[in-house]
């Protein structure tokens, strides 16, 4: 009977790291693909509008994203969250309830802000900034802030139904190619920064509408009409500390933007913002195991499986270590011809860039630590955390910008990622007494050390080649013996896990035994 029990529960360990690793995997390439084409619009805008157009529109957009986040009230995870309780429940009439709740309460305060924001764009823009020309560009960015917060709402949905490859179409894949097209068009017609946000907003418009059929797909609309259990009490006690503390998050995100644009020339924040544009590759796996990872640590931690929990934590933890390193190894040696690609203008982000890189690569280091502290309950912790990663951001801004200017703002972001956390990582230990960390680790920390040394051997013969082909044959050298050191350590068994169904969905003579 033991073991049986014992075999179940590896079985269904081994379940959830499959699933980890084909919804990370899906998450990732929707991440992957959005990041080229932000990329490619990130040249494209810069080049267009230069660095302080540029910086003017970054501005807006900031803002803009504050104000959405604001508009949400934190049911993006609680919708993930209750609906994943609720299909293990097989309760119909509660989902109904969770996606009336956190679509309608989120739209009409998203409503309220826009109108807010649309007022007050000449206090923001006169009063608070002294940049007159940011005016009309927040009076038009208003429009986004309630399709913004029913985008976000509408993906919570299908984030807890655990289709994440519905994401990836919308928001991932249309939502981006739409603005890039619509951007290159109205900017070249002449309408400059406003082109661009006017851009954005039809993208916008176009992906709710594609969110709303996969919603209507996963459960019609219809029965929602019929069947609902609605306690709004209940999402209420969750996402409110939930929303202080995503408020307080996006705010503390965007704390050294704002403080940059306020003390320095917009330029500044042009540079800063593509300096950003570049350090977010490092971010891609770590956000996407984080989405898949919602849901599953909702229902593993609500069945009271922590051991469970606690391998599927590593195995995330370890995963985003082993993408991250060699991002963060290309980009501290290739800073500046990553950054020549926008122009010339922004070569003088180069320190900055490689500051932002290595807080990408501890972040990605600490796992889905901020994930675990907020999905199993522990919201007002949660809060505690935001609020606390607020005002050390705020000090660490007010302290190293005007100082040391973009410089000084990439300090106090990666200062605070790293103290945030780390106060995770505690808190977890205290709650749960798992950590992310064993031995498995140093494979990928061997293997970025052989690959950095190897790069510092052959950098004389580097310098010889042109600015691109210098990048280019030195981030394949990287990674090419990265890679190679890894496969030579040879793979966990977790790794050899999903490569073996990976292998087995798509052999040939694997094929020939299924039919």
């Known amino acids: 009977m033991q073991l049986t029990t014992t075999n179940d529960a590896r079985q269904a360990s081994e379940d959830n790291i ?13 991440n992957l693909f959005v990041y080229l084409l932000r990329f490619a619009f990130g040249i494209v805008i810069t080049r267009l509008l230069g660095a302080e157009l540029f910086g003017y529109y970054s501005l807006g957009m900031v803002l803009a994203d504050v104000a959405g986040t604001m508009a949400l009230l934190g049911f993006g995870s609680g919708i993930a ?3 994943a309780i609720a299909i293990t429940q097989k309760d119909n009439a509660r989902i109904g309830g969770v996606i009336q709740i956190g679509l309608i309460i989120p739209g009409i ?42 985008m976000v709402g509408l993906e919570a949905v299908t984030q807890g139904f655990k289709r994440m490859e519905y994401k990836v179409y919308s928001e991932d894949i249309s939502l981006n190619v739409l603005k890039l097209i ?11 920064v406003r ?31 019929l069947m609902a259990k609605r306690n709004v009490r209940e999402m209420f006690h969750f996402t409110l500390p939930v929303y202080i503390s995503q408020l307080v998050n996006e705010f503390s995100g965007s704390i050294s933007t704002l403080i940059l644009g306020f003390f320095g020339a917009v330029s500044g924040v042009g540079v800063f913002t593509a300096a950003l544009r570049i350090s977010a590759i490092g971010t891609l796996f770590h956000t996407s195991l984080m989405r898949i990872a919602s849901p599953m640590i909702a229902d593993l931690h609500n069945q009271g499986k922590i051991d469970q929990l606690h391998r599927v934590y590593q195995t995330m933890t370890r995963w985003g270590m082993t993408f991250n390193l060699p991002i963060f190894l290309t980009t501290v040696f290739f800073s500046q011809p990553l950054l020549s690609i926008f122009g010339d203008d922004f070569i003088s982000g180069s320190s900055g860039l490689i500051v932002l890189a290595f807080a990408a690569l501890f972040n990605a280091s600490t796992g889905v630590c901020g994930t675990i502290v907020t999905m199993t309950g522990h919201s007002r912790v949660s809060l505690m955390n935001s609020l606390i990663s607020l005002v050390t951001g705020i000090g660490l ?9 973009l410089v000084g703002a990439a300090a106090a972001s990666a200062l605070g990622v790293i103290l945030m956390n780390l106060l995770r990582l505690s808190e977890i230990y205290y709650f749960f007494r798992i950590w992310p960390y064993n031995i498995r680790f140093l494979k990928p920390i061997t293997a970025a050390l052989v690959a950095a040394t190897a790069i510092l051997l052959a950098s004389p013969w580097l310098e010889r080649l042109a600015t691109l082909w210098q990048f280019l044959a030195g981030a394949a050298l990287l990674w090419t013996i990265y890679i190679g050191t890894i496969v030579l350590l040879k793979f966990d068994p977790e ?18 035994h299924s039919r």
Not at 18 to 30: N, Q, W
Not at 182 to 192: D, E, H, K, P
Not at 198 to 217: D, H, K
């Open 81 to 83: 969250r209750f609906i």
């Open 195 to 225: 082109g661009a946000i006017g851009a954005y907003i039809i993208a916008l418009a176009a992906t709710v509408g594609m969110l709303f059929a996969f919603v209507n797909r996963l459960f019609p609309f219809r029965q929602l009409r």
């Open 182 to 192: 619509l951007t290159v068009g109205l900017i070249g017609a002449g309408l400059g």
């Open 18 to 30: 499959l699933v980890a690793a084909r919804g990370g995997g899906i998450a990732f390439t929707g």
């Open 397 to 405: 801004s007010l302290l190293t910008i005007p100082k040391w200017g």
């Open 495 to 512: 790794d050899r896990l999903v490569l073996g169904r990976f292998w087995a969905r798509f052999s040939p003579r694997a094929n020939e």
């Open 109 to 150: 305060a998203g409503l309220v802000l826009g109108a807010g924001t649309y007022l007050g764009a000449d206090l923001i823009a006169y009063q608070i900034y002294n940049k007159p020309e940011l005016a009309p560009i927040l009076r038009l960015i208003s429009i986004a802030i309630p399709l913004f917060a029913l």
